[in-house]
């Protein structure tokens, strides 16, 4: 049977993962009475929660006597470690674009890794049914988008359509009749090349690792295109990497492909389709499986590099063991490595006394993403605010620094430059009308500068702007930005909460926790309305007297306490700081809890 690999590539939220979806079920992969979740390739909890794709899925279907295999792929960029090496083993991409929003930053990001593979997309206009749609301005921004990213004139020349996701239909015309997806499979078969490797089916096998996965009962899983040859189940293979040379040799135990939303096994492997193989020990993505007789690896993507860094530790609060099960560093540290293993864009490594670890990764979603995996499997942790990586260029500093679009109503644009350009050291590059009573602003900010800024963006614009970011360049040190401007209140007593205490702080500053609650000395109760920390006492009750007086038993009303989000919490804090993260409770403390301690390191770093 012949066969095509293509991906799903597009922006976040723009329809990829409901058009696989669609896909799958036209394509007589589901049964009639089959009951299938929405957004069935989105299979971890957090990618249901957030609605975002964050592992690639790889999945099949069959359509005219030809199976194509589709991988759909993360939209945002703190997960572009998976795309790039997804689209080196593909042979034709279907980009999607939001008809009312048009191409947006992580468009531009996967695009650019397209078209530089010599890729040919399909161009395919989605929610094209939507009030505020409008297809003719998308299509025009996408085609300035191919000519600035330096597309060849075959890559300009690519085939459009207009399409609903949600609703099954893809059409060659905007005034198409709407029915089904035929046409997106027809055009695929027509426009996308059968695999190159198909010819070389007669060579030795090979095949570059894509993606690293685990399974129970198999062990590791290294799933990529075949590049030459034939695997059988129980040849022998070796593992080349592209700076050590032959790593192990194994037995492949066991080939599996994928079929609708299965992997089945299979008895053997042909050159040209993307499969997982089981048996190795060691290897892992960017390696090379081969015959015995190859010795050279096959050329792997470069990943690009981490731009920040936040400290995993024990969690050493009094509260600590409470929750979560798991809490010792080797314990965490194992799971950091198993981590590492099968996420190549986050890299671990140990600290000095061996109590915490440094992560490096690619941006505040992916760590958000990891410190939430890890606290819902038992963990406790204590985790630091995350740090710009910087590197040396030629003896000079430099610092990431990322491409910011930022959609927003008109009246609040004045507010957001001011923050962007003015405090954050960023550097506008674009301003322009973005449909009715819209701006879009593009700007280049120090990641620095967008530690925290997300939370602050939401406020500004009444939680109506839409901020996108994608790493851009190395820049030289932009200078100091300036941190939080208030201080903080700090327990001074360890115990439960007190109403009436916390009720007579509330002239003092805005509260994080309520009644009742667990409370130790040096943990963050609130945020100080002036730019000091202030110890005080959450526990102090209220003196009792004989004297019965007007207004004595009036029950305490408190204000609503603010709740943070995880990567809220992480980003508020300070660098004398830490989150307590536990299964169950998001804490802020003090990194040293005495007040005499936080005094001496407050002189040392002076």
């Given at each position: ?338 981590e590492a293993e099968t996420n190549v864009a986050i890299q671990i490594s140990d600290t000095p006394g061996g109590e915490a670890f440094e992560v490096a990764g690619r941006g505040e979603l992916q760590m958000g993403v990891l410190i939430e995996n890890m606290r819902r499997e038992g963990f406790e942790l204590s985790i630091s605010r995350p740090q710009v990586l910087f590197q040396n260029i030629d003896g000079v500093r430099h610092e990431p620094v990322e491409e910011v679009t930022i959609d927003v109503d008109d009246e609040y644009s004045g507010t957001v430059i001011e923050k962007l350009t003015g405090v954050r050291k960023g550097m506008m590059t674009e301003m322009k009308p973005a449909g009715a009573g819209k701006t879009r602003i593009i700007a280049h900010v120090p990641s620095r500068g967008l530690i925290g800024y997300h939370g602050e963006f939401l406020t500004d614009t009444r939680g109506t702007g839409v901020l996108n970011r994608v790493f851009h360049s190395w820049e030289s040190h932009k200078g100091a930005i300036p941190g939080r401007r208030a201080g903080v209140l700090i327990s001074m007593e360890n115990g439960e909460s007190v109403a009436f205490a916390l009720w007579n702080l509330e002239d003092r500053g805005r509260m994080f926790i309520g009644a009742q609650t667990p ?88």
């Amino acid at each position: 049977m012949d066969f095509r690999n293509i991906a799903i590539i597009a922006h976040v939220d723009h329809g990829k993962t409901t058009l696989v979806d669609e896909l799958l079920k036209q394509s007589g992969v589901f049964r009639e009475n089959q009951a299938v979740s929405e957004r069935a390739m989105d299979s971890n909890d957090l990618e249901r929660e957030r609605g975002i794709t964050i592992l690639a899925k790889a999945t099949s279907v069959e359509w005219a006597n030809h199976r194509l295999n589709i991988v759909d792929t993360p939209g945002h960029a703190d997960f572009g470690g998976e795309v790039e090496r997804i689209l080196s083993m593909v042979d034709g991409v279907i980009l999607l674009v939001d008809a009312a929003e048009g191409p947006m930053p992580q468009t531009k990001f996967v695009t650019s890794k397209a078209l530089a593979l010599g890729l040919r997309p399909i161009v395919v206009l989605n929610k094209v049914d939507k009030s505020d749609a409008e297809p003719d301005r998308a299509l025009d921004e996408c085609f300035d988008l191919f000519a600035s990213l330096g597309a060849t004139d075959e890559q300009l020349d690519f085939p459009i359509m207009y399409a609903s996701g949600r609703n099954g239909w893809a059409d060659m015309e905007l005034n198409g009749p709407r029915k089904n997806l035929d046409a997106m499979f027809d055009l695929v078969l027509s426009h996308v090349n059968e695999p190159a490797q198909v010819q070389r089916m007669a060579e030795p096998f090979s095949m570059l690792a894509t993606t690293l996965g685990a399974d129970p009962f198999l062990g590791r899983l290294l799933t990529g295109r075949v590049e030459s040859g034939v695997l059988k189940v129980g040849d022998t293979l070796k593992a080349l990497s592209q700076e050590s040379g032959k790593i192990e040799q194994f037995r492949a135990t066991k080939i599996l492909a994928f079929r609708g939303l299965e992997r089945t096994p299979i008895d053997e492997a042909q050159a040209g389709d993307i499969v997982s193989v089981a048996g190795m020990k060691t290897a892992t993505v960017a390696d090379t499986l081969c015959a015995m007789e190859i010795d050279e690896a096959i050329k792997a993507q470069p990943i690009d590099p981490p731009t920040i860094t936040v400290t995993f530790g024990i969690n050493d609060s009094p509260l600590a063991g409470k929750d979560g099960k798991k809490v010792q560093s080797r314990v965490i540290r194992d799971r950091l490595m198993k981590e590492a293993e099968t996420n190549v864009a986050i890299q671990i490594s140990d600290t000095p006394g061996g109590e915490a670890f440094e992560v490096a990764g690619r941006g505040e979603l992916q760590m958000g993403v990891l410190i939430e995996n890890m606290r819902r499997e038992g963990f406790e942790l204590s985790i630091s605010r995350p740090q710009v990586l910087f590197q040396n260029i030629d003896g000079v500093r430099h610092e990431p620094v990322e491409e910011v679009t930022i959609d927003v109503d008109d009246e609040y644009s004045g507010t957001v430059i001011e923050k962007l350009t003015g405090v954050r050291k960023g550097m506008m590059t674009e301003m322009k009308p973005a449909g009715a009573g819209k701006t879009r602003i593009i700007a280049h900010v120090p990641s620095r500068g967008l530690i925290g800024y997300h939370g602050e963006f939401l406020t500004d614009t009444r939680g109506t702007g839409v901020l996108n970011r994608v790493f851009h360049s190395w820049e030289s040190h932009k200078g100091a930005i300036p941190g939080r401007r208030a201080g903080v209140l700090i327990s001074m007593e360890n115990g439960e909460s007190v109403a009436f205490a916390l009720w007579n702080l509330e002239d003092r500053g805005r509260m994080f926790i309520g009644a009742q609650t667990p409370l130790y000395q040096g943990m963050i109760i609130g945020e100080h309305s002036r730019e000091n920390d202030l110890e005080v006492n959450p526990l102090k009750g209220k003196k009792l007297t004989n004297v019965r007086a007007s207004g004595t038993d009036e029950a305490v009303r408190l204000t609503t306490p603010i709740t943070m989000s995880l990567e809220e919490a992480i980003a508020y804090i300070d660098v004398d700081e830490l989150v307590e993260v536990t299964p169950n409770s998001i804490r802020l403390r003090k990194r040293h809890l005495d007040p005499h301690e936080r005094k001496r390191a407050a002189k040392a770093a002076q």
